[in-house]
């Protein structure tokens, strides 16, 4: 990946980060040994906690940090969150 290039973070309820990285190796990315996941000209890292949506129910919460070409990552951020979208509801 090219040492120019922005950086994006993004938050998504309802799915896994077994799921994002999934969703993102579909996108063309591949999985590295630590987690993150990386393309020719992007990169994520993925970061997941639980978050309480009211007094009794609790969500997964993946954030994202893309980074890369910013034509890059305005097609790979609008195609991930429709697949996202889809999986969490």
Do not use: N
């Amino acid at each position: 990946m090219s040492a120019v290039g922005e950086t994006r973070q993004r938050s998504f309820r309802g799915i896994s980060g077994r799921l994002a990285r999934e969703y993102l190796v579909r996108l063309g990315g591949e999985v590295d040994a630590q987690g993150h996941v990386r393309a020719a000209d992007w990169a994520a890292t993925i970061a997941e906690e639980r978050i309480e949506v009211g007094p009794s129910l609790e969500l997964t919460e993946v954030q994202i940090c893309f980074e890369g070409d910013p034509t890059v990552l305005d097609q790979l951020i609008e195609t991930f969150a429709r697949k996202a979208m889809r999986a969490g509801g």
